[in-house]
């Protein structure tokens, strides 16, 4: 009996550390935002303290200044203009890649491992490298300062991860499913929305989530290519850097408020995404 127990005290040991560990690792990567909400309640005075003031009085200036009370710019054209370029972009890749990964998946190509690899070489380029061509393009084209322009850009620019990501995913379904709806009548349309779609949701789900992250956060072409019209949430956010200084309790202030629809997303997808990634791991 004691040879029995001592594998199941050192099983019990083991997961009792490695729970600890994860609890750890949770808690320093919260940190950073537990602070960043911390110092957004902050004066602009107590914020700049050094070291910093735990116990300091806790205000809503940063917050009210973020939204225009003080004067200022007001923050929701460029939070529409972040949410209209991240959404429409993640729905028009999802769109174009779903069919995509069925080909190269459930009804593959000839040589589709090297289509796969040329969509991700694409992400091997610099993104500044194409910053140059793609202002000329535009300014050309007369699309500079137009929020379109940023979808169309946000579109192809995760249109090759989302590929290679539902790939995988679709490569789960059961091929059996898809030849008995095909035998019922069903065609390529029907196929992938009523059949494929909801057996590779959580994978879906993921790559959706991942996608309207990489949208909400660029900040390279959406500095260069907007001015007014089209300035998105982080341009947005890098205005409140001036040569008069460094205001920390308003930056952390729009910061938690420009995160906030990122956090939210991924709470409510969490289910989601952690079933769309672990798609496949587990036979």
Known sequence: MSS???????????????????????????????????????????????????????TLDGYREFFGAGGGASPWPSLINSTVASVVSTLLVLLLALPAAYALSIRPVRKWTDVLFFFLSTKMLPVVAGLLPIYLFAKNAGMLDNIWLLVLLYTSMNLPIAVWMMHSFLAEVPVAVI???????ARLPTVLTRVVAPIALPGIAATALICFIFSWNELLFARVLTGVAAETAPVFLTGFITSQGLFLAKVCAASLVISLPVLAAGFAAQDKLVQGLSLGAVK
Do not use: C, K
């Open 4 to 58: 029995t127990a001592t594998p199941t005290r050192g099983r019990l040991r083991g997961g009792a550390g490695l729970g600890l560990v994860a609890w750890l690792a949770g808690i320093v990567f919260f940190l950073p935002i537990a602070w960043m909400a911390l110092t957004s309640f902050h004066s602009e005075a107590d914020a700049a303290t050094n070291p910093p003031s735990f116990g300091a009085a806790l």
């Open 179 to 185: 030849e008995a709806a095909q035998i019922d009548g």
